[in-house]
């Protein structure tokens, strides 16, 4: 783009800065829970909201990768009560405002996360416009009025996805390009070429678990996506909880975002400035049509049942995805009851019977989370435990020792693109959940379309997880031998509760 004349050499440079920032973040990311990066850092920022250790360390590196850059005269963050003039080069230079980490209640779960950024000139007639009485001093007043710029006056935006690949996506204002991230060398690599959002997904990304404190309109415009349209579906409902996963998939596949006003937030809850100016598994797989018997160790040996790639629907979009996994042994009941007259032959027939065992039988079951870290979590029947893999060397480390499910978060997660198409009794269940409780605050929903996502959130958060049945498909969409059935193993082992079916 430089070499086209279309941006230049200094906004390369301010560039290269934030792409610099964002290969860290993507590292503390990565390693968060093996370096104690990870639960709340006891402050509150500017917007009320409580800091994580990492929405502070992010920033300061947000910070420093941008002063050194020589080329950024104002830097304003999320995190920072007012902006801040860069002494060392302020001479009217670009000014950057920046959400260092996007989705930050996703960290302690490795779940998607994000940076956000815009890029300014300076506004030559806000520069002159500033109040020597002000109670500010005039360097910070200089600071405010020169960032308090409409989005129309942006030079450059982007993002930053951390999820189960690094993304980097920017426009300079002829296009949307995505970078991913090379981990083999540390590059960014042209992957997404002039993006365009497609019009061909029915997804919609509202927080639902606010339904009941939205206004009438919101509401029939919503009960109107999950009516059946021209193909006979509805909308189906995805809500991350970081508005860059969101964003990203609907530049993929593209949908419907929405963070509306309610009753107990009057403007929604994105920051102008900062977020919303920015971005105009004998081995049984899911994937095999019979269970295969590996011909040089089978002799009543392990049996391993797996879903290779959980929520594969996310993988173009690089948002979280995951493996699941279960392992039995042999069942000797069932190996002597095979029917020699079957239209299969002995061998698969053999397969078939030895796989199909109850969740009971589980000797182990597990899964690995691909997102902002890469988590395997593993239960052999006394507990649960998560190794997060540590890039440095390639190898899993312990961090989350003997996992209990806790009670104190009031999430749900189910697709309420669906709504209109489940049971009565499991309306009202859902219903129910949006009214506000003791604490005056309703539960708040998330989908994420990925089980082990959803899964490994409940892990280390509590709430509710439900794919249940409705009118076109009677048995939900769940495969009770690689998904269903690992899952509730893992679920009561870490001391919930899982239904085994009706």
Known sequence: QEQSGNIDAELTIVLSSISLACKQIASLLQRSSIINLTGAQGTVNVQGEDQKKLDVISNEVFCNCLRSSGRTGIIASEEEDVPVAV?????????????????????????????????YGP????????????????????????????????????YCLYSSAVVFTISIGN?????????????????????KIPKSRQIYSFNEGNYDLWDEKLKKYLDHLKQPGANGKPYSGRYIGCLVGEIHRMLMYGGIYGNPKNKNSKNGNLRLLYESSGRTGIIASEEEDVPVAVEET?????????????????????????????????DEQCLVNYDDESTLDQEKQKCIISVCQPGSNLLAAGYCL????VVFTIS????????????????????????????????????????????????????????PGANGKPYSGRYIGCLVGEIHRMLMYGGIYGNPKNKNSKNG????????????????????????GP
């Open 298 to 330: 089978y002799s009543g040996n392990y049996i391993v049942v797996f879903d290779p790639i959980d929520g594969s629907a996310n993988i173009d979009t690089s948002l979280t995805t995951g493996s699941i996994f279960g392992i039995y042994g042999p």
């Open 123 to 158: 506004d030559e007639q806000c520069l002159v416009n500033y109040d020597d009485e002000s109670t500010l001093d005039q360097e910070k007043q200089k600071c405010i009025i020169s960032v308090c710029q409409p989005g129309s006056n942006l030079l450059a935006a982007g």
């Open 380 to 435: 052999i029947g006394n507990g649960v435990f998560g190794f997060t893999l540590d890039p440095g060397y390639g190898e899993f480390v312990l961090t989350h020792d003997d996992m209990k499910i806790p009670k104190s978060r009031q999430i749900y997660s189910f697709n309420e693109g669906n709504y209109d198409l489940w049971d009565e009794k499991l309306k009202k269940y859902l219903d129910h959940l949006k009214q």
């Open 87 to 119: 002494e060392e080069t302020y001479s009217g230079n670009y000014i950057v405002v920046f959400d260092p980490i996007d989705g930050s209640a996703n960290i302690d779960t490795s779940l998607t996360t994000g940076s956000i950024f815009g890029i």
């Open 175 to 195: 296009g949307v390009f995505g970078f991913t991230l090379d981990p083999g060398y540390g590059e960014f690599v042209l992957t997404h070429d002039d993006m």
């Open 370 to 373: 691909y997102s902002s870290a």
């Open 477 to 500: 969409n769940l495969r009770l031998l690689y998904e269903c059935a690992p899952m509730s193993y893992l679920v009561e082992q870490a001391g919930g509760k899982a239904t085994d």
